[in-house]
């Protein structure tokens, strides 16, 4: 939990790179860690410019957590990226 929550702080302050290694870790740490595969897909989606990564990582949170906060949300994103959106 502790390395999913610097990975945002790093993203908040626009270092993207820290942030994803700090996700990785999170998610390395706990490979069910459903939040810190979302955020770290959404980095992939809005900084990093990694569509597929970013859709491995949506289909993680919708298989671990389908009761997630924003499960519709990455629904979505994952149907738009499957469809190369």
Known sequence: ????????????EGNYAKAEDAFLRAIAADTRHAR???NLAQL?????GA?????YH???????????PRI???RALARQLRRGG
Request: net charge neutral; hydrophobic share 40%.
């Open 1 to 12: 939990k502790a390395l999913n929550n610097l990975g945002i702080l790093l993203e908040s």
């Open 36 to 38: 810190a595969h979302y």
């Open 44 to 48: 992939y989606l809005k900084h990093l």
């Open 51 to 55: 569509p597929k990564k970013a859709l």
């Open 58 to 68: 949506l289909e993680e949170v919708i298989r671990l957590e389908p009761n997630h």
């Open 72 to 74: 519709e949300q990455s």
